[in-house]
């Protein structure tokens, strides 16, 4: 047995075994690695550890063979704060490179796979970038801000030949998968409505602030990268870029891409023929965002329809939960989020079905991260549970919504010619306009 496929039984060994938790700390992880070869060992840099690059690393540092080897992030404050939870915790920050240019952290030769934690405007130019240096890649949902974005990366991935895993963990649940084989095992009848919500009541804009100086140790030039050149803004910074344009597409990219993802799956569809998304900043208009704190937006299928529905600030979705994917059939109505999934009796049909909850009972997180360290380990891209490609495909989605949206249209897709009918929606949005210099790679 090669030392590769020993590695990938070794961890999926101490998985079957409950040893890769969150309970286990550095030094277990220390004693495991100690018993992986050189060869065998796997180095990771980061890029973007303030949010979910941050959890990124923590559950990759489960696993046995893993090593953060590189961070980068325009703030260096970040970067002191992660370093000492790191040494906390008793891990070796001695070989931790620390970066402010992710460009300079794409030239360590040691680093065979990065972490993309960005905020999104960032994501499609690391990732190719990462691909041309030779690096697999862990990015971030949404993979890309624009419909051209999506496409530039699946091309990258496709021409470099690397491992790229999209970071929609849900994917990696088996209570999500267990709830997709019943919806499509025919019990629900003929599903003719998809309810995607997400009401989250923790989420609203920050207040109107005046622009000011960027705090001491922030590199605000970096920060904005492709985006145009704006002012700093308190409001506009770290987690509240996802309520502005030039960085994101509000909770429809932020949520959004987990939950669709689930009724594209589930209905097994492609991309709609019809979109038309209404909203506004209905709830907060006295606070600083640009993108809807309230969204609606019906998605045509052949044979069903698509319901996305969000709003920021409150918790009163439907069916009493927070977010959630209902599948309506003629027999009954699967819902399912992360919390489990069910199915309520349709009480006119003749065929009774129902299931009472089956609450999750994994980290999906971990699991999207052994996932990933399995593939780069064995090469064999069609063994991941979200390729780009796949990730693309519900950006894609949520990005039509957004566009629906902004040009207050309801838009027609042309599936042969892969843009939208109306030649000015797409001249418009389509692609976002990088500045500073910047240019999206012709793959």
Known sequence: MNSRKKFIQQSSLLIGGGLLTSAINNKAFSIFKNRISPADQLNIGAIGINGMGWSNVNAALKIPGVNLVAVCDIDANVIQKRIKELSDKNYDVSKIKKYSDYRQLLDQKDIDAVIIGTPDHWHALIMIHACQAGKD?????????????????????????????????????????????????????????????????WMRPKPIVPDSAPPPGVDYKQWLGPARLRPFNASRFHFDFRWFWDYAGGLMTDWGVHLLDYALIGMKADLPKT?????????????????????????????????????????????????????????????????????????????????????????????????????????????????????????????????????????????????????????????????????????
């Open 137 to 201: 890649v862990y990015v971030e949902k949404p993979v890309g801000n624009s419909i051209v974005e999506c496409r530039a990366m699946i091309a990258a991935q496709q021409r470099y030949n690397k491992v790229v895993q999209a970071g929609q963990w849900q994917r990696s649940q088996q209570h999500f998968k267990d709830a997709v084989d019943f919806v499509q095992s025919g019990k629900l009848g003929n599903i003719r409505t998809v309810k995607v919500w997400c009401y989250q009541g």
């Open 275 to 443: 979109i038309d998304g209404l909203g506004g900043k209905f709830a907060y208009p006295e606070l600083y965002e640009e993108t809807p704190d309230t969204l609606t937006t019906m998605y045509e299928f052949d044979g069903f329809n698509l319901v996305w529905d969000s709003a920021m600030g409150i918790d009163n979705g439907s069916y009493g939960r927070d977010h959630g994917i209902a599948y309506i059939g003629n027999n009954g109505t699967l819902i399912l989020n992360r919390g489990g999934w069910e199915v309520i009796e349709e009480k006119q049909s003749k065929s009774k079905v129902s299931m009472p909850l089956q609450k999750s009972s994994d980290n999906g997180l971990d699991k999207h991260w052994v996932n990933f360290v399995n593939v780069v380990k064995s090469r064999k891209t069609e063994d991941l549970h979200c390729s780009i490609q796949a990730g693309a495909h519900v950006a894609t989605v949520a990005q039509m919504g957004n566009i629906s949206f902004r040009s207050g249209k309801k838009l027609a897709w042309d599936r042969t010619k892969a843009a939208f009918t109306d030649k000015a929606v797409n001249d418009a949005y389509l692609m976002k306009e990088y500045h500073n210099g910047y240019s999206l790679p012709k793959i």
